[in-house]
């Protein structure tokens, strides 16, 4: 079993910036493939961005809602993965979820992430 674990959400103005942590433990893997989410009252769960972890270079992919102004990222052999969120707009306020697969693929459909964390609330402020 896959443990999630989400920190960092909070209150900001527009224009502002975060970081999301996601710690996992358990049954863990480097090269498994993790990613954020997204949830907006009365919306469905939105991609944000996944990372497949690699030593030489990582794959990442994001939506377009939110490329150029965030970043995932995973340190190493560290079973954390972050969400680093800048020029943030009031259309990204939603909680935050973090997930994780149980392969090293890269991939953007929710249905293919068995474990997922509580979620994190991010509110951005106009």
């Known amino acids: 079993q896959v443990r999630l674990v989400e920190s960092g959400g909070g209150l900001v103005q527009a224009g502002g910036s975060l970081r999301l942590s996601c710690a996992a433990s358990?049954?863990?893997?480097?090269?498994?493939?993790m990613a954020w989410f997204r949830q907006s009252p009365g919306k469905e769960r939105e991609f944000v961005a996944t990372?497949?972890?690699?030593?030489?270079?990582?794959?990442?992919h994001y939506s377009d809602s939110v490329k150029g102004r965030f970043t995932i990222s995973r340190v190493g052999a560290e079973n954390t993965v972050y969400l680093d969120m800048n020029s943030l707009k009031s259309e990204d306020t939603a909680v935050y979820y973090c997930?994780?697969?149980?392969?090293?693929?890269?991939?953007?459909?929710?249905?293919?992430?068995?474990?997922w964390g509580q979620g994190t609330q991010v509110t951005v402020s106009s």
């Open positions: 358990g049954r863990t893997f480097t090269t498994n493939a």
């Open positions: 997930a994780a697969t149980a392969h090293n693929r890269p991939t953007t459909l929710k249905h293919q992430y068995p474990y």
């Open positions: 990372i497949v972890y690699r030593r030489d270079a990582s794959t990442t």
